[in-house]
T-cell receptor, first 116, second 116 residues
């Protein structure tokens, strides 16, 4: 079974600074996907960024980027130029495709507070 | 498109009562799923469906029933509510993964359920 570990329950960062959220996972699969989801106080789950395991290049979406270390099974999220709107819970998630459907395992989340 | 809709947004039940959480999507997605979100535990999969008439259990199925009579709707039934089912429930939908490809999951806004 896959497990996803987020070891930082809470973090804070000053506005305009950079912060890195960590995530590690355990799997015996070789082909899978990793994601970061954002959940603001509105509760809506929003996909921030995704990474295909077979791609060596780290994914980037504007101010969000990942550091994917496949051998170490590590998938951290870097948020540059933090903004107040980045305040949210962030969930790391692992997905594998099985029999035509996707099985997603979520981490326990990191609560990020951006301080003005 | 309305995306994924859930009703109600909030619900309070007494122990032993039954109810149905509604979920609908208008994106013609084959795959739909129900998660529950508890503090410190991330999102856990309750049940999922890969198409009309096809459902299966996820990680925490006990106490919940589902059915999928149409592509659009995927209701979650609590047969006899218990305080342990107090949680936030999310419905999600996506296209099914073909050939190992991932398709983004779209989440509903969630239902906060309290069982007294």
């Amino acid at each position: 079974a896959q497990t996803v570990t987020q070891s930082q329950p809470e973090m804070s960062v000053q506005e305009a600074e950079t912060v890195t959220l960590s995530c590690t996972y355990d799997t015996s699969e070789s082909n899978y996907y990793l994601f970061w989801y954002k959940q603001p106080p509105s509760r809506q789950m929003i996909l921030v960024i995704r990474q295909e395991a077979y791609k060596q290049q780290n994914a980037t979406e504007n101010r969000f980027s990942v550091n994917f270390q496949k051998a170490a099974k590590s998938f951290s999220l870097k948020i540059s130029d933090s903004q107040l709107g980045d305040t949210a819970m962030y969930f790391c998630a692992f997905c594998r495709s099985s029999g035509g459907y996707q099985k997603v395992t979520f981490g326990t989340g990191t609560k990020l507070q951006v301080i003005p | 498109n309305a995306g994924v809709t859930q009703t109600p947004k909030f619900q309070v039940l007494k122990t032993g009562q039954s109810m149905t959480l509604q979920c609908a999507q208008d994106m013609n997605h084959e795959y739909m799923s129900w998660y529950r979100q508890d503090p410190g535990m991330g999102l856990r999969l309750i049940h999922y469906s890969v198409g009309a008439g096809i459902t299966d259990q996820g990680e925490v199925p006990n106490g919940y029933n589902v059915s999928r009579s149409t592509t659009e709707d995927f209701p979650l039934r609590l047969l006899s509510a218990a305080p342990s089912q107090t949680s936030v429930y999310f419905c999600a939908s996506s296209r099914t993964g073909m050939g190992g490809m991932y398709n983004e999951q779209f989440f509903g806004p969630g239902t906060r359920l309290t069982v007294l």
